[in-house]
T-cell receptor, first 110, second 113 residues
Framework: EADIYQTPRYLVIGTGKKITLECSQT?????MYWYQQDPGMELHLIHY???????EKGDLSSESTVSRIRTEHFPLTLESARPSHTSQYLC?????????FGPGTRLTVT | AQSVTQPDIHITVSEGASLELRCNYS??????LFWYVQSPGQGLQLLLK??????LVQGIKGFEAEFKRSQSSFNLRKPSVHWSDAAEYFC???????????FGAGTILRVKS
């Protein structure tokens, strides 16, 4: 059973607010990822990290930013939320082999 | 670049019937292939994976998948579907072991009693 935690699970927020989506894993995995998932669509990689102080943008352009100060923690920040950011955000991690996913954060920007 | 196609957006099967979900991938080298399942409001759970070796892989919940290099396919099968299998299923391909994954659009499975 993967131990990846995401908070909050659901968030409804107004346009222009700054938000941070939290992701933590207790497995000591070096690699962590953020995927964005719109309803009925595939998951798209928006950020990834191969270790502390390592972050890269994924295949889908995103206005969000990430940081990796500790191995277990990989938060995602939106400086100014917009309705176009409404989506589900899934955090994942891997060491070798399997990629494990957290439960996701469903974000709605009004 | 890798890509994954799941041709069926929705599939409905009767409980107890067999199931096959299709997945085709595009990748120049030997791919790492995965099937995940997602229940409403939940994250993704790994059903099975293929890295190398036997092309027929067994997973959890009675699922299996067969890697066919000549057809660039990795179809998911289950001999007898249960109502609890109703969910969305995603096929994914990775270029490196445990690395970034590219996902298909998913197939929503409905099970009728």
């Amino acid at each position: 059973e993967a131990d990846i935690y995401q908070t909050p699970r659901y968030l409804v927020i107004g346009t222009g607010k700054k938000i941070t989506l939290e992701c933590s894993q207790t497995m000591g995995h070096d690699k962590m990822y953020w995927y964005q998932q719109d309803p009925g669509m595939e998951l798209h990689l928006i950020h990834y990290s191969y270790g502390v102080n390592s972050t890269e943008k994924g295949d889908l352009s995103s206005e969000s930013t990430v940081s990796r100060i500790r191995t277990e923690h990989f938060p995602l920040t939106l400086e100014s939320a917009r309705p176009s950011h409404t989506s589900q955000y899934l955090c994942a991690s891997s060491a070798t082999g399997t990629v494990d996913f957290g439960p996701g954060t469903r974000l709605t920007v009004t | 670049a890798q890509s994954v196609t799941q041709p069926d957006i929705h599939i409905t099967v009767s409980e107890g019937a067999s199931l096959e979900l299709r997945c085709n991938y595009s990748y120049g080298a030997t791919p790492y292939l995965f099937w995940y399942v997602q229940s409403p409001g939940q994250g993704l759970q790994l059903l099975l994976k293929y890295f190398s070796g036997d092309t027929l892989v067994q997973g959890i919940k009675g699922f299996e998948a067969e890697f066919k290099r000549s057809q660039s396919s990795f179809n998911l099968r289950k001999p007898s579907v249960h109502w609890s299998d109703a969910a969305e299923y995603f096929c994914a391909v990775g270029a490196e072991y445990g690395n970034k994954l590219v996902f298909g659009a998913g197939t929503i499975l409905r099970v009728k009693s």
